[in-house]
T-cell receptor, first 114, second 109 residues
Framework: GAVVSQHPSRVICKSGTSVKIECRSL??????MFWYRQFPKKSLMLMATSNEGSKATYEQGVEKDKFLINHASLTLSTLTVTSAHPEDSSFYICSAQSGSYEQYFGPGTRLTVT | GQSLEQPSEVTAVEGAIVQINCTYQ??????LSWYQQHDGGAPTFLSY????GLEETGRFSSFLSRSDSYGYLLLQELQMKDSASYFC??????????FGGGTRLMVKP
């Protein structure tokens, strides 16, 4: 099956700093990737849709200037949390699709902002 | 807006059968998906229904009734490793997924 990786798996940063999370499709090309946020024992909330070569589409309530998304190639999308605050601490998960209805999820990145 | 409702928790014993229901209210419906997620892990795809009826994949089956905006996931011959959270999700245009709140399944010996 298709494999999606995320890096880093865990990151701890200080308030005010920025953190970049990478999402890669390892064995297929993904024209579209999605970024989700998940709180403990809660559902996955779609943050944005990342399209290769164009601007990301953000869901209502998600600050595009705070959560910068870049989809520079067909195998890589990055999410940068800028000027992180403790309330940004969460589990961030990306997914990729290769044309079918199935989405392939990365293993997630646990961000802790101190 | 869109919303999906599913039970928050279900408990069953090994070898039993369990059904997790999902009702939804949405626009632009393309299909209903089910994903499994173990604690701390990535969601993994289980099944997809675009049309009414039952789809069977091994021990897992999924059902959809578009007229009732209702679907369910059926897990048979439960095993301890099936303890996880199960999410129904509506596939919208562009294959965007809107997830339900998740059902935490606990399988007991």
């Amino acid at each position: 099956g298709a494999v999606v990786s995320q890096h880093p798996s865990r990151v701890i940063c200080k308030s005010g700093t920025s953190v970049k999370i990478e999402c890669r499709s390892l064995d297929f090309q993904a024209t579209t990737m999605f970024w989700y946020r998940q709180f403990p024992k809660k559902s996955l909330m779609l943050m944005a849709t990342s399209n290769e070569g164009s601007k990301a589409t953000y869901e209502q309530g998600v600050e595009k200037d705070k959560f910068l998304i870049n989809h520079a190639s067909l195998t890589l999308s990055t999410l940068t949390v800028t000027s992180a605050h403790p309330e940004d601490s969460s589990f961030y998960i990306c997914s990729a699709q290769s044309g079918s209805y199935e989405q392939y999820f990365g293993p997630g990145t646990r961000l802790t902002v101190t | 807006g869109q919303s999906l409702e599913q039970p928050s928790e279900v408990t069953a014993v090994e070898g039993a059968i369990v059904q997790i229901n999902c009702t939804y209210q949405t626009s632009g419906f393309y299909g209903l998906s089910w994903y499994q997620q173990h604690d701390g892990g990535a969601p993994t795809f289980l099944s997809y229904n675009a049309l009414d009826g039952l789809e069977e994949t091994g021990r897992f089956s999924s059902f959809l009734s578009r007229s009732d905006s209702y679907g369910y996931l059926l897990l048979q011959e439960l095993q301890m490793k099936d303890s996880a959270s199960y999410f129904c999700a509506v596939n919208n245009a562009g294959n965007m997924l809107t997830f339900g709140g998740g059902t935490r399944l606990m399988v007991k010996p």
